[in-house]
C-alpha cells in the first residue's frame, strides 16, 4: 500500500495535484474560460465517492484531501495565464496531468492505479455531462472538444 512517504515534496505536489487538474481541464474543455460551479461540484463528488468506495487506498483518501488546494491552485494559474486561449489553458492542464500521472505510475500498485483511474475518469466524464451547450443547459450534454479530453485523458491514464 503506497504511503505519502513514499513521494518526495516534489513528487507529492505533483501527484497530488491531479485530481484539481483533471476537473479543471475537463470544466474547461467545453471552450469556455469560466469553469460552471456545477461542473467543479460534479467533479469533486465523484472524487470524494471515490475515496469513499476504496477505503484502503490511501492515495486516493489523500488525494480527495488535496482537492481543493490543487483546484485553487489551478483557478490561479489558469487566471494568472489569460493571454492563452482556453484550447491553449486546457493543453497546459494536459502536459501538467502527464506529468502527475506518471509521477503516480512509478510510485502505487497496479490495483491503487487502477482505482485513481476509475476515480478521475469518472469525474472528467461527470464535469463534461453536467451541463448541456443549450440555454440554461439544455441541448447536447457532450461538446466535440469536451469528447476529446474524456479520450485524451483516458489515453494518459491508460
Known amino acids: 500500500m503506497t504511503t505519502r512517504e513514499q513521494f518526495t515534496d516534489d513528487e507529492w505536489q505533483q501527484a497530488s495535484a491531479l485530481p484539481g487538474l483533471v476537473v479543471m481541464a475537463a470544466s474547461l474543455s467545453d471552450g469556455k474560460m469560466m469553469p460552471s460551479i456545477r461542473e467543479l461540484q460534479a467533479g469533486t463528488e465523484v472524487l470524494a465517492a471515490g475515496a469513499q468506495k476504496y477505503p484502503d487506498n490511501l492515495l486516493l483518501q489523500q488525494l480527495k484531501e488535496g482537492m481543493s488546494a ?89
Open 70 to 158: 490543487a483546484k485553487e491552485e489551478s483557478s490561479e494559474e489558469i487566471k494568472q495565464d489569460k493571454a492563452g486561449s482556453v484550447a491553449e489553458v486546457v493543453e497546459k492542464l494536459v502536459e501538467e496531468i502527464q506529468e502527475s500521472v506518471d509521477v503516480i505510475k512509478a510510485k502505487v500498485t497496479a490495483d491503487e492505479f487502477f482505482q485513481v483511474r476509475e476515480v478521475l475518469e469518472g469525474a472528467a466524464s461527470a464535469v463534461v455531462e453536467r451541463i448541456g451547450s443549450g440555454f440554461m443547459g439544455s441541448g447536447e450534454k457532450v461538446s466535440e472538444s469536451e469528447k476529446a479530453f474524456v479520450e485524451r485523458l483516458r489515453t494518459i491514464l491508460a
